[in-house]
């Protein structure tokens, strides 16, 4: 049973207003409320975490990973934000960089559950798209983001990531397709 001080503690704030685009706003939301339920998801068995906002552009339903976290930040960051979305930013990253700095096992062992999922769904894509390269040419635009994330979750990683994991890919992604 949740008690009174603990629903009021952990109630939902309005947010202040936005000064950005409705989809520099929406993708902000989704980064807040990825920020406000870190060390939850640091602490939980979930991967793949899901959230529901509210954003200008509707009901949004993500799933939080630390790379989606981290890709949220830096697009924001690189985007055209007005002072007071600049600030709420600035609080995620605070968030991000406190849960790094309090949980960095839990930041290491769920950054390399996440690689393992982003090489597991590349490869996939490789071996299809070298067995039937004209039908999984269409699928390309949407795959490669796998190829982005795993090169985002290894600079996370930093030392603690496989090494050779970069050129191993490469070399399958040079692979000629197979002959039938």
Same mark, same amino acid.
């Given at each position: ?7 009021? @503690?952990? +109630?939902?704030? %309005?947010? %202040? %207003? ?19 339920? @870190? *060390?939850? #998801?640091l602490l939980g068995p979930q991967l793949f975490w ?9 009901t949004r339903r993500p799933k939080m990973t630390l790379?989606?976290?981290?890709? +949220?930040?830096?697009?924001?960051? $690189?985007?055209? @934000?007005?002072?007071?979305? +600049?600030? !709420? @930013? ?7 960089? =406190? $849960?790094? !700095?309090? #949980?960095?096992?839990? *930041? ?10 982003? *090489?597991?769904?590349?490869? #996939? #894509? /490789? ?8 039908r999984w040419k269409e699928e390309y635009e949407v ?8 090169? +985002? *979750?290894?600079?996370?990683?930093? %030392?603690?990531?496989?090494?050779? /994991?970069?050129?191993?890919? =490469? ?8 002959? =039938?």
């Amino acid at each position: 049973m949740t008690s009174w001080l603990d629903r009021f @503690l952990h +109630r939902e704030l %309005p947010l %202040p %207003p936005s000064d950005s685009a409705p989809e520099l706003t929406a993708e902000l939301i989704e980064a807040e409320k990825m920020a406000a339920e @870190l *060390v939850d #998801y640091l602490l939980g068995p979930q991967l793949f975490w899901q959230i529901v906002v509210e954003t200008p552009l509707g009901t949004r339903r993500p799933k939080m990973t630390l790379g989606g976290l981290v890709e +949220r930040i830096e697009r924001l960051q $690189a985007a055209a @934000l007005g002072p007071n979305d +600049r600030r !709420r @930013l600035e609080a995620v990253v605070a968030a991000w960089e =406190e $849960a790094r !700095r309090r #949980y960095p096992q839990q *930041v290491t062992t769920k950054l390399k559950r996440e690689l393992d999922s982003f *090489v597991r769904n590349w490869k #996939y #894509y /490789l071996e299809q798209r070298a067995r039937n390269p004209e039908r999984w040419k269409e699928e390309y635009e949407v795959e490669v983001r796998n190829r982005h994330r795993i090169e +985002r *979750v290894l600079r996370l990683l930093g %030392p603690e990531g496989p090494p050779g /994991l970069l050129a191993e890919l =490469e070399e399958l992604e040079r692979r000629e397709p197979e002959e =039938e």
